[in-house]
């Protein structure tokens, strides 16, 4: 795990996640009204589209309670935790396990303290209890996208890596689509609840690598190591001999050990 000072762009994208997040929590907060009609006129729409086209009712009804249901990424992440515990990866493992609960539960303290109503219709095609701002569902698809990503990246061959993107980006913008499209958030709570994920993430990330290893002297996790994947390659080029005599323990009758330990990261 990399703390957050060795990785600008994160640091980047949770700064700008944070103010998307504060902007919209102070909108809907103050009950400003442009962001109101705004709402109100893209739920107005995907509402008569979903009214027009029952097919698509029952198939955004599916994937949103069956396949993109935040219990289904808990349980997800919950397998991956465990996983990454056992192969050594424990602060990684931590991670995941601490973004999920404190994003899950940041996620409800929200919605109750701002306790804003859910869109509504008079021929309404579905329903959700509880408040509507930030939408659950579009929180936990990022938490669960994010901590899966973390987990696989690092350890499947590079070919693999765009579709697992792919994957991820697909089912982020697809759980919130769902949301809006069945009428029961507004588009500034599915985009509240991405923002609030991104946050959650990174900031959980940059804490837990600091007070796991304060002094930076523990190994990275597979992330930062050469791949096994031979497609990879050396990224530098190959090194010089007498280096890799060094690494190898000099003399060739000394027989150095080399560690054989996983990271603990």
Do not use: Y
Not at 11 to 19: E, F, K, M, S
Not at 85 to 95: D, F, P
Not at 256 to 263: D, K, L
């Amino acid at each position: 795990m990399h703390s957050l000072s060795s990785r600008p762009r994160a640091a980047a994208c949770a700064l700008v996640a944070a103010g998307v997040f504060v902007v919209l929590l102070v909108m809907v907060a103050a009950g400003w009204e442009p962001l109101h009609r705004a709402d109100a006129r893209v739920a107005a729409d995907l509402h008569t589209w979903v009214v027009g086209h029952p097919g698509w009712r029952r198939t955004l009804a599916f994937l949103t309670g069956w396949v993109w249901d935040p219990w289904d990424f808990r349980a997800l992440a919950a397998v991956s935790a465990v996983l990454l515990w056992w192969q050594g990866r424990r602060r990684t493992a931590v991670w995941t396990a601490a973004v999920m609960i404190i994003g899950g539960l940041t996620g409800t303290l929200v919605k109750v303290a701002v306790a804003r109503d859910r869109p509504m219709f008079t021929d309404p095609v579905a329903d959700a209890p509880g408040w509507s701002f930030p939408s659950g569902h579009a929180l936990n698809g990022m938490l669960g996208c994010v901590v899966l990503l973390a987990a696989l990246l690092p350890v499947v061959p590079r070919r693999v890596r765009p579709v697992l993107w792919i994957v991820a980006v697909v089912s982020v913008l697809g759980v919130g689509f769902t949301r809006m499209a069945l009428g029961v958030h507004f588009l500034s709570d599915v985009v509240a609840g991405w923002a609030l994920g991104v946050v959650v993430a990174v900031v959980l990330w940059a804490a837990i690598a600091a007070l796991w290893d304060p002094a930076g002297t523990e190994p990275e996790d597979p992330s930062s190591a050469p791949s096994d994947d031979p497609e990879d390659g050396p990224e530098d080029g190959p090194a010089d001999d007498g280096e890799a005599q060094i690494t190898r323990g000099g003399d060739a009758g000394l027989d150095t050990p080399r560690p054989t330990g996983r990271s603990s990261g």
